[in-house]
């Protein structure tokens, strides 16, 4: 087993940033996927996993009285600072974990050596678990105005586009060939979603190569059939997500957006989401505030307003909003584009899928969603999320903005989701894993040359045998809600505590509704089984039950079975300038007994522990006779 | 005074209502002595709305034409719009409106003149008494006695007419305790925490004044409550820097050397204007529709309001910390003892004794901490977050402690007997009600105003089983622990319940509710049934086995 560790580094401690707590020795191990810490004094064995994977970034602070520290910023938002007793083992671990954090070629993600010891054929079965064709026929196309072509098989039209797009029938080759010639990257315009209610369409590109005067017939006769394909609506909106004056620099270099002048009746509509480097750096400062120590109240609502990053997430939710009420209300058309069409295209048309069809807000419905506008669409996962060593000014958080977004909705309309906000938090953090192929790669075209289909397991099959902890217990069907019509107004939108600050479980409610709700409905279906099971042993059973006889017993929740981990925590404050005691000095004196107090406070009492065994065992004694 | 001369218009028609998230309605507008009254013409779904004229906070008109606009602005916080035809009509209902919200007497107010429509199962006025409170004291210790020394409210006027006290101090010494302590009030016991036996008293600031007066009893009351050889902690509600101030009005703190075994701790929590312009501040901030989402946070922040509730948890879980982790007795007061202090006694008991997060215990917590001990309602819900008067004796210090708790039931929302809407309830009735309970500054002008025997009390009312199924939690599970709440500002956010109550639509939310509320009975039932089957199976056996015997 010992063999398996290319790294194993003893007298290391974690250190907690927020119980105050007195940080144990443990031992530090590198596997060749994972940094594994053992907590050493503990009695019962913890564990802490770090996947090399999710590891943003790895720093030597200077020495500190306890030893040398090594900071490592995750990202999923895990921040773990150690500090190690030698500063040899120190560097080790530093170098080690350098290069093992930042793969060069793609065969060495772990997707390629994590073996689930699943059948060949079971995850084959896998991949194809979700099909995109099937969606595009429960949007019933193909039809009369659309069409699933294979014009681009050989990826000749688009080799960021998928092998099969879906375009109007009245574009013909030539049209479609030409458009491609006029758009960025060739990614003209295709289906995203189709209303079926009403015939209008969300459809998908890059900017066209305007320039400050250039026109492209075959673009205007792709544009004029997707509106001629609603032909309920007269007019069809062309909406450029990026702010108006980034759009009219990109002319300047011979892209740009579309002049109302070429085009029949098309609206054109700028709606201003920043660009990749914008969010990046407001994520960055989010994360410095998330990480402020002891924070004011003021510092950190000061800090989340200048980092921007509710305002982001708001203009996503803006946009999203704008193309579901221009489809379902106006019963328009849509063209969405940025500047290559793979970022806040794929934020703003999923949203709106999201907020128009009650399917994507299903387990299946949600894979399928993230698999067509995300995946399919050539999002640059590799690049975003920085998979491999490579230019840091191509990642950026454009995917987590989505995820927040989906949060957000799930606060206002907390029925609406089959799934619950721990489905969010996987996908996300697989996103970043390596661990399955699906967001491997920047294309289509490039997992087909890494065989991630052949030498790779997929995520949603996994994702969908937890899916007893990953459900919305309530949810309320698949025909309860239809579209969605979220409030956008600023105080909507929440700080996602559970996302930027999810490892610090001292800052998150002690007791989980979630937990609770889940274990009742598990434990419904246990109840049903066991009371038809009864009826069946009772065959004279008639009248009402004799349940005014028998007192409402209590429902065995997972509440209050965990053991609540809840502490104080430095109430005393921070500097503790509270504390001084008067006019008099003597101040030293109270300031280190409050240290001291600090440090006792951390390991809960004895009595604490008497309490919760207590209640567990009063529990058991009163499930027991039940059973007999 | 007759209410009729103040109504020159009592009634207008085709006036037209308007609220957030729903149509216009047209109807007609009453106006009674205690209300305003709207119904709708229309018949198929007749739609009236009574408003306490108390509950009005402020009023607007506005003139287009003949057509008048009167916007009513509430102590709840809701707004409305009144379009009334005809420019003389709209004038008068103003005025009256006007007049009817300020009355100035007391005893004009509604719940001198509200007869209730339920049976009165229980007197709430009697529901909780010091005896019963003393008793279950008693059973725990006998180190404290209930003194009648105030019971013509002669020593201190806004004390009930018993405290409880150390036994060890008699009534003449606790005479010269009050005379050494602000508005006379002289430590007494708040709470006493069984588990160790550790206590909690509240006062108000001692008046060492400049040259540092002392007062022999009232260290020998206060160290009474020490274990030989314990320390306990003095948590003074003010800065360091105003306490030092204080000295020169007469007031002050306790010197190290006067009370050698008390450690002071000072933990600003902030009174007055301050706290009723954080109230302003934030109630414009949520009421704002500007898109602007910097301008929002920009004005959350601004409020404060999120600040003072941080501050008031944590000198709360300080005091907390101190009785159950320290194991050492504690004062709490600030100046008065009135408003701060009382946040912080009150708050600190939800946190130690499971008893409080019972929907009686919290009522019992209320009339203890908040009624009793004189926290004067009247002057500081006189007004709400729409108000221009300015007075400088109007504070949410009530809103703020039950926003605080409502922070501490989103952090253990298993622990809690009542939800939500009981906060909620509890505000709006501390603001405007048709029960005497809020009425009056403390105990001594509740009893002058016989409001025990001319008014209802709230608890009559709401501990009937009909109201009180809307107050409780469905995921409550009795928990005996100590619950830590965190406060850190990631884990404190805005009371929506209160502050974005009337600015959003609640359905989807309320939808949630239900649900949650339909999972956890169904099971209950469930569970009943199983119990019931098992039971009926065993008696079969039984008769069976019986029947085999014979």
Known sequence: FHTLFVLQVENVKLLDRYTNKKAANGTLYLTATHLIYVEASAEARKETWILHHHIATVEKLPLATAGYPLLIHCKNFHVAHFVIGQERDCHEVYTCLLKLSQPVKPEELYAFSYNPKMSKENREIGWKLIDLKVDYQRMGIPNDYWEITDVNKDYEVCNTYPPEIVVPRAANKAVVIGSSRFRSRGRIPVLSYLYKENNAAICRCSQPLAGFSARCLEDEQMLQAIREANPGSPFMYVVDTRPKLNAMANRAAGKGYENEDNYDNIRFKFIGIENIHVMRSSLQKLLEVCEMKSPSM??????????GWLRHIKAVMDAGVFLAKAVKDEK????????????RTAQVCSLASLLLDPFYRTFKGFMVLIEKEWIAMGHKFSHRCGHLCGDPKEVSPVFTQFVDCVWQLMQQFPCTFEFNERFLLEIHDHVYSCQFGNFLGTCHKEREDLKIFEKTHSLWPFLLQKKQELRNPLYRGFTAYKELQPNTLPFSFQFWCGMYNRFDKGMHPKQCVLDHLLSCVSQKVKLEDSASELENKLPFLDGPLPSDACPLPKVGPAASKTPMLNTPQGYEGDPPPALSNGAAGGDGDVLSDVDQRNKENLSPPQDLHGDTIEVLDSEAKEGKPRHH | MEFAELIKTPRADN???????????????CLTGHHLIFSSRRQDNAEELWLLHSNIDSIEKRFVGSLGTIIIKCKDLRIIQLDIPGMEECLNIASSIEALSTLDSVTLMYPFFYRPMFEIVEDGWRSFLPDQEFELLSSATDEWRLSCINKEFSVCPSYPPVVI??????????????????GSRFPVLSYYHKKNGMVMMRSSQPLTGTNGRRCKEDEKLVNATLRPGKRGYIIDTRSLNVAQQARAK???FEQEAHYPQWRRIHKCIERFNILQESLIKLVEACNDQSHNMDRWLSKLEASNWLTHIKEILTAACLAAQCIDREGASVLVHG????????????LAQIILDPRCRTIRGFESLVVREWLQAGHPFQQRCAQSAYSNSKQKWEAPVFLLFLDCVWQILRQFPCSFEFNEQFLIMLFEHAYASQFGTFLGNNESERSKLKLPQKTMSLWSWVNRSEEL??????????????????VAPQSLQLWEGIFLRWNRPSKFLDEAQEEMISIIKYNKELQAKVNALRRQLAEMETDDRMQENL
Not at chain 2, 336 to 341: I, L, M, R, V, W
């Open chain 1, 298 to 307: 003021s510092d950190f609502l000061t800090g989340l307003e200048n980092s």
């Open chain 1, 332 to 343: 328009a058309s849509v063209l969405v584009h940025c500047s290559d069409g793979w970022d």
């Open chain 2, 15 to 29: 006036v037209a209502l308007h609220r957030p998230f729903y149509p216009a309605v047209e109807g007609t507008l």
């Open chain 2, 165 to 182: 006290v150390p036994k060890s101090i008699d009534d003449e010494a606790l005479r010269k305790v009050a005379m050494f302590r602000h």
């Open chain 2, 250 to 252: 007469g007031g002050g």
């Open chain 2, 335 to 346: 100046t008065e003892g009135t408003d701060s202090t009382l946040q912080v006694t009150s």
């Open chain 2, 469 to 486: 199924c809307k107050f409780q939690n469905p995921l409550f599970e009795a928990n005996s622990l100590v619950i830590w709440p965190s």
